[in-house]
């Protein structure tokens, strides 16, 4: 209790660009939980639905029992369901349908990544701008007859390191993050692909069998 007292006050005396590098903290923070949240409610897939749809002349019902299961916004719910919808369609079409959803749910998911992005490279040069603005302010103890006050110099000091520190923390933790859920995101929309030719090779199929 006493250490988190102590950064807290450590992080207080950091100047003014402090509040501005908290600021995008709790902005990343909050983008952050809203991912977490998205890729574990709307992006995960059942195991037995995804053996489902690799499984050679699987029930066509079967599989839109199991989309209807989900939530509406699920991700792979949204994209199977899709190509149920048009399965009747020529597969052009079919193809064409499902691959604007994915556009779509690709945009989606990079939903505030951007600001991720951003925070990466703005929190550094805030924190670098408490250096400088801390240097000025250490500088402007010293006059033309010497050093006038030298606990206020070394003050200053502190000021900047502390600016600087908690902008590159900042970054690294955004970095961290952004290139976390953009993993996540290219290996959903790589399964979501690979899945989505499962079914149109089954398509295919009935109309072969037809």
């Not at 639905?49 to 989309?67: A, N, P, Q």
């Not at 399965?87 to 989606?108: G, L, M, T």
């Not at 998911?109 to 805030?126: D, F, I, K, N």
Request: net charge negative.
């Amino acid at each position: 209790m006493q250490e988190l007292k102590e950064a807290l006050e450590a992080i207080h005396f950091g100047g003014e660009m402090v509040y501005p590098l908290m600021l995008l903290a709790v902005i990343a923070m909050a983008i952050m939980l809203d991912k977490v949240y998205v890729y574990v409610k709307f992006v995960r897939l059942p195991q037995d639905t995804m053996k489902l749809v690799e499984t050679y002349g699987f029930s066509w019902d079967e599989l839109e029992k199991r989309i209807s299961s989900m939530d509406g916004r699920h991700y792979f719910g949204r994209f199977f369901g899709m190509i149920l919808e048009n399965r009747k369609k020529p597969v052009w079409w079919v193809e064409s349908r499902a691959a604007d959803e994915a556009q779509v749910i690709e945009k989606s998911m990079s939903r505030g990544l951007w600001v991720l992005e951003t925070v990466v490279t703005a929190a550094p040069l805030l924190g670098l701008l408490g250096t400088i603005t801390g240097m000025m302010h250490a500088f402007k103890l010293i006059g033309g007859g010497g050093l006038v006050d030298p606990s206020g110099v070394t003050a200053g000091v502190a000021q900047a390191l502390i600016a600087t520190a908690l902008g590159l923390f900042i970054a690294l933790i955004c970095l961290f993050a952004f290139n976390f859920f953009s993993r996540i995101q290219a290996q959903t929309l790589d399964e979501m692909e690979r899945l989505g030719t499962r079914l149109l090779d089954h398509i295919r199929m009935d109309r072969e069998g037809e």
